[in-house]
């Protein structure tokens, strides 16, 4: 820990370079640009909570899913990663036994550690995210004081990369380097966040998207046994693929889904119930298949055609780790295509039957297959229904697919992204060294 004028003063001469070449890329404009980013927070911070204190810098990823979509609520297998997209914070302790976070954009919020229960009033809100992180670390015996943050981010909000539980690492990673020698390892902070959001957020989402932001690179996760999920880091060298990972955003409209995006589950634990589960990951594949007639009676076909994705798409998982492990990035690729397939044939989560005139998601997958066959790979991205695609997209072909894209659904719709080889971290000189 050091005066914030040191910092800004080894920003400025570059010290902080092979860092940010290690989590944002090796390209000097992306370098230079992350330097300035992080002077100018410091220079906020500063502006709201006093100049020249002892600050530390961190950093934690947004994620995309890679493999398995809809496959975690049925306790099933995911391969995600943490990407180059990023919420930062400029930290300092104090003395006040109070957490205070002022994200650029937002307003302070500002949590009591001498009460960290459910406060009602903070439900959908920032702060209760803080508060239930704080929480879950103190209640499993984690040392919490009090801190001055000022944050920013540039992970993208609405296209699945999930900003909210880059957040929550961030809060858990500073929590675990400042007051508790780093003891608090990748997988329980992630675990801390999903508490967070759940118990005091009030949004009962997975594991996954806390579990790609916390540890970083590619992860495959089994979430079988789903309060003790296990998990894997999937170790390749994304940088020197020869590809680029770009998220399409078709700018859909959201609005008046959630019964859609409900559906997903229901239907399938309709189907497990009959098999005598709770969900798909309980109950046996062949045994399905034999009652296949009895159960489009009972659930309908969709719900059929859902579970045989699930089936199919949490068996791939292991093969696209397996793919990565062993560098052979043409099959990872078939997979990740089969996958896409699969959603859209089966999930059907491409688009939403009572808008068919809205089916960006479609012509986006459509353009992309057009331009990459036999040389990338596509898929839907996420929920789906009126979101985000993914494209693997060789290096030479970039520029190319980009303003293909862009021209259809606007500029600034296609992010050029890539895989992040570290999760939450605190920014040191030389970091991945």
Request: hydrophobic share 35%; proline share 2%.
């Amino acid at each position: 820990m050091e005066k914030s004028s040191n910092v800004i003063s080894r920003l400025e001469q570059g010290q902080f370079d092979k860092s940010f070449s290690y989590l944002y890329g090796n390209d000097e404009g992306k370098i230079k640009a992350q330097a300035k980013r992080y002077q100018e927070l410091i220079g906020l911070f500063e502006e709201l909570f006093g100049k020249d204190r002892e600050i530390e810098l961190f950093s934690a990823p947004g994620r995309t899913e890679v493999g398995g979509n809809h496959t975690d609520h049925q306790h099933g297998r995911v391969l995600a990663a943490s990407v180059n997209l990023d919420v930062i914070g400029v930290v300092s302790p104090n003395n006040d036994n109070v957490i205070r976070i002022k994200s650029v954009g937002y307003k302070m919020d500002t949590i009591d550690l001498a009460d960290l229960s459910v406060q009602k009033n903070e439900t959908n809100k920032a702060a209760s995210l803080i508060r239930g992180v704080a929480a879950r670390c103190r209640e499993l015996g984690y040392k919490v004081s009090g801190f001055d943050a000022y944050t920013t981010s540039n992970v993208l909000k609405g296209s699945g990369l999930s900003s909210s539980a880059a957040f929550e690492v961030l809060v858990g990673t500073i929590i675990s380097y400042l007051f508790n020698n780093q003891a608090i390892d990748a997988v329980q902070i992630a675990q801390f966040g999903q508490y967070a959001e759940n118990v005091y957020f009030g949004k009962m989402s997975g594991l996954m998207d806390q579990m790609a932001s916390s540890v970083g690179s590619f992860v495959e996760i089994d979430f079988k046994d789903n309060k003790n999920p296990v998990i894997e880091k999937v170790p390749f060298d994304f940088a020197h693929s020869g590809y680029a990972l770009c998220i399409v955003d078709t700018h859909g409209n959201h609005a008046d889904l959630s019964d859609e995006y409900s559906a997903m589950p229901i239907e399938m634990k309709q189907v497990a119930k009959m098999l005598g589960g709770e969900v798909l990951r309980e109950t046996d594949e062949q045994e399905f298949y034999k009652k296949i007639p009895e159960i489009r009676k009972a659930c309908g076909d969709r719900a059929v055609l859902r579970s045989i994705h699930f089936f199919d798409d949490n068996n791939r998982v292991p093969k696209e780790a397996a793919a990565l492990k062993a560098g052979d990035f043409e099959a990872f690729k078939s997979l990740i295509i089969e996958s896409g397939h699969s959603s859209y044939m089966y999930l059907q989560n491409v688009f939403c039957c009572k808008t068919p005139h809205e089916q960006g998601l479609s012509l986006a997958l459509a353009l992309s297959e057009k331009m990459l066959s036999g040389k990338g790979a596509w898929r839907v991205h996420g929920g789906g229904l009126a979101g985000t695609i993914q494209a693997f997209v060789p290096n030479e072909m970039l520029e190319e697919y980009k303003e293909t894209i862009e021209h259809v659904f606007g500029a600034g719709s296609c992010h050029v992204l890539s895989i992040r080889p570290v999760g939450g971290t605190k920014i040191t000189e030389g970091l991945g060294e």
